[in-house]
């Protein structure tokens, strides 16, 4: 079966700090799929990134990067000085060919001015 | 700007009404999704429809009632419901991969915010 734990239930930082938001997933197969996505209060999901199990290759955009790492089955995300439109609750999912998306129970991060 | 819009934004309606949840794509995505979300949990799947054809339920009461008309169109309709059913209801839509799997990025509407009275 799978699973995907997110820890932090919610975490409160200054603007411009950094934060890092930790995934840890878990599955049998070898070829899956996994998300970050941002529910700002207005409640639509917006999809942030997806990396497929066969790219380990860690991703920057913007301010926003991640890093993913199989030995540690975990995809960890990561803001750069932080702003107060950064406060989101994010949901880590992960999917299998075929399988439903499994998501995580969410990190409330808020950003104080 | 996302491409999947719903409506209403918000919806109040008594145990006895009958009302409906309309969401549009127009993205060509093959696959649509109903999801609940209820206060501080994640998205919860209700339906799931493939090249129009409902091809996941996953327990959900007959109270509620999907319906997909065309390939840009997901309707959810809604009849008896109990105050527990009160949540923000998400649409989703995602290309179908050639071996059929799902695996591919959902990509959601803002979501309609269900109170039952």
């Known amino acids: 079966a799978q699973k995907v734990t997110q820890a932090q239930t919610e975490i409160s930082v200054v603007e411009k700090e950094d934060v890092t938001l930790d995934c840890v997933y878990e599955t049998r197969d070898t070829t899956y799929y996994l998300f970050w996505y941002k529910q700002p209060p207005s409640g639509e999901l917006v999809f942030l990134i997806r990396r497929n199990s066969f790219d380990e290759q860690n991703e920057i955009s913007g301010r926003y990067s991640w890093n993913f790492q199989k030995s540690t089955s975990s995809f960890n995300f990561t803001i750069t000085a932080s702003q107060v439109v950064d406060s989101a609750v994010y949901f880590c999912a992960l999917s299998v060919r075929g399988q439903n998306f499994v998501f995580g129970p969410g990190t409330r991060l808020s950003v104080l001015p | 700007d996302t491409e999947v819009t719903q409506t209403p934004k918000h919806l109040v309606m008594g145990m006895t009404n009958k009302k409906s949840l309309k969401c549009e794509q127009h993205m060509g995505h093959r696959a649509m999704y109903w999801y609940k979300q209820k206060a501080k949990k994640p998205p919860e799947l209700m339906f799931v429809y493939s090249y129009e054809k409902l091809s996941i339920n996953e327990s959900v009461p007959s109270r509620f009632s999907p319906e997909c008309p065309n390939s840009s169109l997901l309707n959810l309709h809604l009849h008896a419901l109990q105050p527990e059913d009160s949540a923000l209801y998400l649409c989703?839509?995602?290309?179908?991969?050639?071996?059929?799997?799902?695996?591919?990025?959902?990509?959601f509407g803002p979501g309609t915010r269900l109170t039952v009275l």
């Open positions: 989703a839509s995602s290309q179908v991969s050639p071996q059929g799997g799902r695996t591919d990025t959902q990509y």
